[in-house]
């Protein structure tokens, strides 16, 4: 499967792909069209594990809208796939070249349009990095809460492909609900508005919505109106230690119930704490069977820290360590930001899962993926936007060995099995690309696969929006 | 207008409609079929004004998922419009029936089938009250927050269908925000199955949120899991007075430029103001231009009354009043609640528009608004969300006068055209329906329109559900 490659419509003729450059130089400048088979190999793909890759027959970097229209215009007429892209740190594969395909990137159109404080809104290129908007909004004094991991790198178009999620969201929510409107090239080159600028408005169905997290699949998003929000005071983080991560998950379901609304509630493993550990000499004690990690952005973060704090004691934790400062919180957060890299250093290589399940259920699904973890002979550590029920069990393997490769995927899948069965769904932030789409239909059904593609069928007829993703 | 009928597929035919009787009533017990004209005659319409209804063949009123799925098996087996229905109290003809359909009342599936305090969520059968939901749910410490003024009535199944707004969407957002997951009977009978109960999920296009707002034109809902928050603290209630409207506006852009989150934040006209006076002589002073009504709902209410009330002496407030506690807090809010009724007393009849504006266009909105009334010589008082930009001026006129109620047509015309020359949208909370069907394509234009088109082709391919409304 690693070896495969999408498959898709192709157009490896020579003379074809000749004629596809004539005619994309025809509205986009020299510069702009790569086809050097060294640079375009380098954006074949995301980062995520076991997706396959094609070649793209070109690589586009347009600047304007008129020019993104100009490649689908061209990619219509001639029938080639399009497959967009922003920073390409995407884990699902949705941003995995196919072969023949015209790769378009979307990291030039990178402006900042507009910054309105009174709309609460900005207005912005697909380009623009998360962390650029996020740093001049709160200029403003205001906050764009989405903050996937990649915050530093990805962009607001592949998070909006993507519909990604980030630490902030058990009290913020996901990008979804911070789209308002879009600006959206369609697959024949026509552009189309969606949505509003306002603060409420229900014209017609919301497409606004519908092309959130469809993975390029539907149509370019060339400009996105964002809401945003006044900017929370810092947070303040408290730490807890369990003897179990059954423990763990009562004190979340705890402080869940009782009507908190922390502005992150993370949760790791034995597996991941030891990694930490191993990695970076944290300190933290190796009997941890999972650490809890709660902020509150109140205005009396504090009182809210004693009030979580008690409900671990009572659910059972060993030590509970509240942040006095804005700096002391940022160090009990370092081994959260660590977990990743920590369990990449395992093995060399990760599969991140991306399963949420409801909250109620996460004790069962952190013990089912400790059997799991023991039925393939695998490390798997588990991070969790505990919150949220929204789980990354992230299973360490060595991809030069073919049996630990296999019981790898094999894992992974029976992780999100395990999600269906306790209700959850295979992808809470990450997206299904080319990862997930034999479980899609797992997930939702005959009825609701028919009318997914419907809906595809209605937006590209022709099937040249980043076909072979999703479905 | 007034007088015109809705056109759609007919069955006259009493042959035809003896046909449809006898095979609804082959899976629908006979006292949930009604056909007496007299009844089914108080079946025709809703709340709004201007709107044309016909007569329905039959209501049905179900009781399961299965009864609606014969229900839709029928309609398309005989190529009947289904009109769906909650309590009737939509504002914009999208509950009005067509002649000789199938209304499709879903007001007696009206069980809660579930309350989840740690997971958050309610799960409800469509024709659930919202006031009876907010109160079940109240008893558990969560909140269910949209509130539109028919919640004593209004179903969550219509408010689904009508995306629904209310006084708290400022701080809370609308029903799309809370709706996470749906079971929805398609035109054809088969039930389908959209979204989550799990805090995040990303599986494939969001077909739930096509679903709200789209009145019961893609499908029947018969299910739904809604997101809960924790119940916030009661709010406290402050109002100033202004001697413009300008001024009023002025102080809100402040109020939100500023960071602050009020949990309402209402506008009402001098038109209103005096309104509420003739019928209620609540003392509100005569020489008042606008009031202003903001309330926060934290920890803190009385800090951010303060604060919001220095900024509205800023922009001049005439007077600023800040409650005390909750009881003088209601008094407060008594001259907003009885805002509507007292404009409908001025001339027995309203039209209410529900035109949203980016917040910082506010005062040109009022502004333009006061110079229509004038044009037209009509009483339009304006009562506004003002905090989300949401204005309903509120068209007064004499239904027996037919050139009153031409004036008060073309009035109402007007303040859309203004709204969307300022950058706003038709419809803020109310809908399209059929009051507001030919502005839609004025508002997103022959692209957005075309794929509106297509998706609802893809979901209703027969045309069967809800025909003539929207477009």
């Known amino acids: 499967m690693i070896m495969s490659r999408i498959e898709a419509p192709r157009s490896e003729d020579t003379a074809a792909t000749g004629n596809l450059l004539d005619l994309l130089l025809g509205g986009l400048p020299a510069e702009a069209v790569l086809t050097d088979p060294d640079v375009t190999a380098s954006y074949a793909h995301d980062m995520a594990s076991f997706c396959p890759a094609g070649s793209p027959a070109v690589v586009v970097l347009p600047r304007t809208v008129e020019q993104v229209q100009h490649v689908m215009r061209t990619a219509t007429a001639l029938r080639v796939p399009v497959v967009p892209q922003g920073a390409r740190t995407g884990l699902s594969g949705a941003a995995n070249a196919s072969d023949g395909c015209i790769v378009l990137s979307l990291t030039r159109m990178d402006r900042i349009l507009e910054i309105n404080p009174v ?11 998360n962390a650029a908007l996020s740093r001049a909004v709160g200029e403003h004094g205001l906050y764009y809460p989405p903050d996937p991991s990649s915050w530093e790198m990805c962009t607001i178009g592949g998070n909006i492909g993507t519909a990604s999620g980030g630490l902030c969201c058990v009290k913020y929510g996901v990008t979804a609900e911070y789209v308002l409107g879009l600006d959206v090239v369609l697959a024949d080159g026509r552009l189309m508005s969606t949505g509003r600028r306002t603060a409420k408005g229900v014209a017609g169905y919301d497409l606004t919505r519908l ?8 149509g370019i998003v060339v400009r996105a109106v964002l809401g945003l929000r006044p900017k929370p005071p810092e947070q303040l983080v408290l730490a807890a230690e369990f003897a179990s991560a059954a423990a763990a998950c009562d004190a979340v379901c705890r402080i869940m119930e009782g009507g908190h609304v922390p502005s992150l509630l ?8 030891k990694a930490v550990n191993a990695m970076a000499q944290m300190g933290l004690p190796e009997s941890t069977e999972a650490l809890l990690l709660a902020a509150f952005d109140t205005t009396a973060p504090a009182a809210d820290l004693a009030a979580v704090g008690a409900l671990c004691e009572a659910a059972g934790a060993t030590q509970v360590v509240p942040a006095d400062d804005v700096a002391e919180s940022e160090l009990l957060l370092q081994a959260r930001r660590l977990s990743l890299t920590a369990l990449e250093a395992v093995k060399g290589v990760t599969m991140i899962d991306d399963v949420c399940v409801p909250r109620s259920r996460l004790a069962e699904m952190l013990e089912g993926v400790d059997r799991i973890a023991g039925k393939y002979r695998l490390t798997i550590g588990v991070v969790a936007h505990a919150g949220d029920g929204n789980t990354h069990p992230t299973v360490c393997f060595d991809p030069a060995d ?15 099995a395990l999600g269906l069965e306790l209700g959850g769904t295979i992808t809470g932030e990450h997206g299904v690309g080319v990862l997930k789409k034999e479980w899609l239909a797992r997930e939702i059904g005959p009825v609701g696969m028919e009318m997914q593609r419907a809906v595809k069928q209605a937006f590209d007829p022709l099937n040249i929006l980043n076909p072979g993703k999703l479905f």
């Open 266 to 273: 993370e949760l790791m493993d034995r597996t991941t704490v």
């Open 402 to 416: 073919p049996d630990e490769s296999r019981r790898a995927r094999e894992s992974f899948d029976e992780i999100m």
């Open 211 to 218: 092309f959130v997290g469809s993975e390029g699949s539907l």
């Open 119 to 129: 709309d609460r809104i900005a207005v912005v290129e697909p380009g623009v990095v």
